[in-house]
């Protein structure tokens, strides 16, 4: 992970973004906002960057609207959120969900196994759903909906979403082959939970149609 004179500024940058949004949901009465923060954020931990991620991004919003009630993040990226699992992993308060390419050969290959439920506090407040390569629309979208449902009993007053659209079928870096459609259903699947929701962008690296696809992602909040 490279450091370059732009780095500090860039990454400064996407954390008061992801910050912005966040005040917007919790003090503002917005009921979704996007922050469209880059360089992502998500494999960053406590005290070590990584993965092209220097803060993170969901790590912040989500302790400061922890001090406001439960939160849960709900990370899509098509890596594991590693820092953001890392960050929470003996707190209760805080659920962290990630449904990603198994860590059993994609980065970043040791964090991410199914068996990793949260320590001390947090026991039962991580849930990992590692997937095989190749995943499509059906059974992403019924992993998800099965991820709701533990979110749902856990009561969150708020939720953060870690968006990746390395997901996509067609990207460089992902081996999944979800379709435009399938990113619009996880979107909607999300927004389904009527929860003031922060949304924070990660990966994603086809870039002409990443905008395509953020908005297929965000217009079901809408």
Do not use: M
């Amino acid at each position: 992970t490279p450091i370059t004179a732009g780095t500090w500024t860039a990454a400064c940058a996407a954390a008061n973004a992801t910050l912005e949004a966040t005040d917007l949901v919790r003090d503002g009465g917005e009921h979704a906002v996007y922050a469209l923060s880059r360089p992502p954020g998500h494999h960053a931990t406590g005290n070590r960057f990584g993965g092209y991620c220097f803060l993170n991004h969901a790590a912040l919003c989500a302790a400061n609207l922890a001090t406001k009630g439960k939160v849960a993040i709900v990370d899509v990226d098509y890596h594991h959120g590693n820092g953001t699992q890392e960050i929470f992993y003996a707190r209760g308060d805080v659920l962290f969900i990630s449904l990603h390419a198994d860590p059993a050969w994609e980065y970043p290959l040791y964090w991410g196994r199914a068996d990793e439920t949260g320590s001390g506090e947090g026991h039962g407040a991580t849930l990992n759903i590692p997937l095989p390569r190749g995943v499509q629309n059906a059974d992403y979208l019924r992993h998800l909906s099965a991820a709701t449902q533990r979110l749902r009993a856990f009561a969150p007053t708020y939720l953060v979403v870690s968006v990746g659209f390395d997901t996509w079928k067609n990207d460089p870096l992902g081996t999944f082959q979800l379709s435009a459609e399938g990113i619009g259903a996880i979107g909607a699947c999300l927004a389904e939970l009527a929860l003031p929701t922060v949304i924070i962008q990660e990966g994603g690296y086809d870039v002409p149609a990443l905008g395509d696809l953020a908005v297929r992602f965000l217009a079901p909040f809408a």
